[in-house]
């Protein structure tokens, strides 16, 4: 086996929000009574997997604050990666794929779908990430070659059968 030690290697975690009410304020509407379960249980997955060195960037809605609330980790929110966010404002905010350990960034759609679209495909898509779903990506080097992967993809409805009624 190749030792791939000296590569440089960034995880970046996309966690959609949780499930949230209607409302006219769209940075106030806040998370269902299903959308706290939805938080809660992945935030329990992500806190048994989750890599050393973890950053977590959290957008200012209401919702996606009360889903990054869920993991019981010190934060930052970042205005930028609001709901209208595109998605050089949640690349610039999480490092990637320079910045060293892990990022979660806890935001929205379309961008969060449009990233991972962007790092998967090579372009920007209209791809969707469900209300609550985790995406982990992995940026590595090998042989000199960049390199994106997809590590999970995990919707809460598999961490929860509850969920999935």
């Known amino acids: 086996m190749p ?3 000296g590569d440089k290697n960034m ?32 935030a329990a997955w992500i806190r048994q997997h989750q890599p050393k060195d973890l950053r977590i960037v959290v957008s200012p809605s209401i919702r996606t604050q009360q889903t990054a609330q869920a993991l019981q980790l010190p934060f930052e929110t970042h205005r930028k990666i609001g709901p209208e966010a595109c998605v050089s404002e949640l690349i610039a905010a999480s490092g990637w ?3 060293s350990g892990a990022v979660l960034i806890v935001g929205h759609q379309p961008s969060l779908g449009r990233l991972a679209a962007l790092l ?14 985790l995406w982990w990506l992995s ?4 042989r000199g070659e ?5 590590r ?7 961490l929860d059968e509850k969920m999935a009624k």
């Open 3 to 5: 030792d791939f030690s």
């Open 97 to 99: 794929p320079q910045a």
């Open 139 to 142: 940026n590595r080097v090998r």
């Open 11 to 42: 995880d970046l975690l996309l966690w959609r929000h949780a499930e949230a009410e209607d409302g006219d304020d769209d940075l106030k509407r806040r998370l269902s009574e299903r959308g706290e379960r939805q938080a809660k249980t992945m």
């Open 152 to 158: 999970a993809m995990i919707p809460v409805e598999m």
């Open 146 to 150: 960049t390199q994106t992967v997809l």
């Open 120 to 133: 998967l495909a090579g372009h920007e898509a209209e791809w969707s990430i469900k209300k609550g779903a």
